[in-house]
């Protein structure tokens, strides 16, 4: 077995791990088959998991950062972390952040305060804030994210555009991760005509039969070697496209699952992050350009 094949194998299992199709002891159980020894296997899934004390790229001191606390129009208690820019230049929008199934940690808090400084006041929601918030511990987390009631997490999100929108009193588009992806189109599908954009990266799709629902324009970020979730992206922006719906796909070659994701560095492709943020950037400023005046 190459180190290629290894590597890729160990990414494999452990994506099927962290989304729930092999337990534990399964997981180290065959990442011990496959390294060689527990030891080597532990060595392994270090390099593949997230690090969160690699996650600061934009340092706190470069945006406004707070805890945002509100009831949602349910009674139900939401927080989430808003940045927004030192900077008083003009604002056009802003942006709701969904979190992977890790939930709110330090990754999320950087990729907001990026947004901010991309001139873009960011609220990512904690999904788990109405249970007590996320846990310290990441699979404490996913355990806790795969219990969410999906159909009330949408509401709450459509709850934290409702809130970002009012107080920034600018359009809101969203974006999310993984997990977050799924969310982004969960709400691109509800909420549509309260989104400017949706910008799901690697998240699973809805029934495409919910395409036509979808009114903002979506642009998808799609990683090459991700099976799992390009066998329902790719049809529902199909069925986006059929609709007559503004889709852009874009699926990076020969990257893995949470490529974006600079905080593990098997999977993380740097080329790709960056290409992939540069045209996020780029669609939100001209889904948040303002129309221009007919004579």
């Known amino acids: 077995m190459t180190d290629d094949t290894l590597r890729q194998d160990a990414i494999g299992l452990y994506d099927r791990f962290t989304h729930g199709e092999l337990d ?82 330090e990754h999320i808090r950087d990729v907001a305060r990026r947004l901010a400084v991309a001139g873009y006041p960011a609220l990512a929601l904690d999904f788990l804030s109405p249970s007590g918030g996320t846990p310290a511990d990441e699979n404490g987390a996913r355990e806790a994210i795969g219990k969410l009631d999906l159909a009330q997490s949408t509401r709450d999100g459509i709850d934290a555009l409702r809130w970002l929108r009012t107080k920034e009193k600018v359009p809101v588009a969203v974006t999310g991760f993984c997990w977050g992806g799924a969310m982004t189109l969960r709400l691109a599908v509800d909420a549509s005509e309260s989104i400017a954009a949706a910008i799901p990266f690697y998240g699973p799709a809805p029934d495409p039969a919910h395409a036509a629902r979808v009114s903002a324009p979506v642009m998808l970020h799609l990683a090459g070697l991700d099976e799992r979730v390009n066998k329902t992206a790719l ?42 943020w540069s045209r996020t950037l780029e669609f939100l400023e001209k889904s948040f350009a303002p129309e221009p005046i007919m004579s």
């Open 24 to 105: 534990r002891r399964a997981f180290m159980a065959r990442m011990t088959a496959l390294a060689g020894s527990a030891a080597a296997a532990s060595a392994l899934i270090a390099t593949i998991r997230a690090d969160d004390a690699l996650a600061q790229t934009v340092p706190e001191a470069r945006v406004q950062a707070e805890t945002a606390r509100w009831t949602s129009t349910g009674g139900r208690k939401l927080s989430g972390y808003l940045a927004r820019p030192l900077t008083r230049r003009t604002i056009n929008g802003a942006v709701l952040v969904v979190h992977e199934n890790r939930g709110l940690n």
């Open 235 to 276: 049809p529902f922006a199909a069925a986006l496209k059929a609709a007559g719906r503004t889709v852009t796909v874009y699926t990076y070659a020969g990257v893995n699952h949470a490529f974006h994701n600079d905080t593990s560095a098997e999977r993380h492709d740097a080329k790709a992050a960056k290409l992939a």
